[in-house]
């Protein structure tokens, strides 16, 4: 699911003048997730990346065995975000303060879905950003299922 949703995007991001990298190792563990909602959280990363990437950037798409699960990065080189917001940043409505954010369109609702689809697939969200440097941000999933998935009455 990642490397099709990765390529599905691959035009849109080209056409604001970045360059994507998809970097998807063929060995990894089959996980527990609905495709269509992890789908959904990719394309929101991703064009966020896109969307707020400096012109003539780069849009990276990494997925890595990682210490406590299955790791997905999605990262950018762009207006990044202040250390002050990055807790706010997956509140329902939050947008950023600054100006080069605030030129752009958004709800600020994005995040907040991300966030709860992430979790409900038992993971987590992190992101790691400085202003004027970019963000990643970083998706732990837990190669098992989370607790009662599958449970029936």
């Not at 849109?12 to 060995?27: F, N, Q, R």
């Not at 202003?131 to 098992?144: D, M």
């Given at each position: 699911?990642?490397?099709?949703?990765?390529?599905?995007?691959?035009?849109?991001?080209e056409?604001k003048?970045?360059v994507?990298?998809?970097?998807v190792p063929?060995d990894l563990?089959?996980?527990w997730?609905d495709?269509?909602a992890?789908?959904?959280?990719?394309?929101?990363?991703i064009?966020?990346?896109?969307?707020?990437?400096?012109?003539?950037?780069?849009?990276?798409?990494?997925?890595?065995?990682?210490?406590?699960g299955?790791?997905?990065m999605?990262s950018?080189r762009?207006?990044?975000i202040?250390?002050?917001?990055?807790?706010?940043?997956?509140?329902?409505?939050f947008?950023s303060s600054?100006?080069?954010?605030?030129?752009?369109?958004?709800t600020g609702?994005?995040?907040?879905?991300?966030?709860y689809?992430?979790?409900?697939?038992?993971?987590?969200?992190?992101?790691?950003?400085?202003?004027?440097?970019g963000s990643?941000?970083?998706?732990?999933?837990?190669i098992?299922p989370?607790?009662?998935?599958?449970?029936t009455?």
């Amino acid at each position: 699911v990642v490397w099709i949703t990765a390529e599905a995007s691959r035009e849109a991001i080209e056409s604001k003048g970045h360059v994507l990298e998809v970097d998807v190792p063929d060995d990894l563990p089959p996980l527990w997730l609905d495709r269509e909602a992890i789908s959904q959280v990719l394309i929101n990363l991703i064009s966020n990346a896109a969307k707020y990437g400096d012109e003539g950037g780069w849009v990276r798409v990494k997925v890595r065995v990682g210490i406590d699960g299955i790791d997905l990065m999605v990262s950018d080189r762009g207006v990044g975000i202040a250390l002050e917001e990055q807790d706010k940043i997956f509140e329902h409505f939050f947008r950023s303060s600054d100006p080069n954010v605030r030129k752009k369109k958004g709800t600020g609702i994005g995040l907040t879905i991300v966030r709860y689809i992430v979790e409900a697939h038992g993971g987590a969200i992190t992101v790691d950003s400085a202003p004027k440097q970019g963000s990643t941000f970083t998706i732990t999933f837990p190669i098992e299922p989370p607790e009662g998935y599958g449970a029936t009455d």
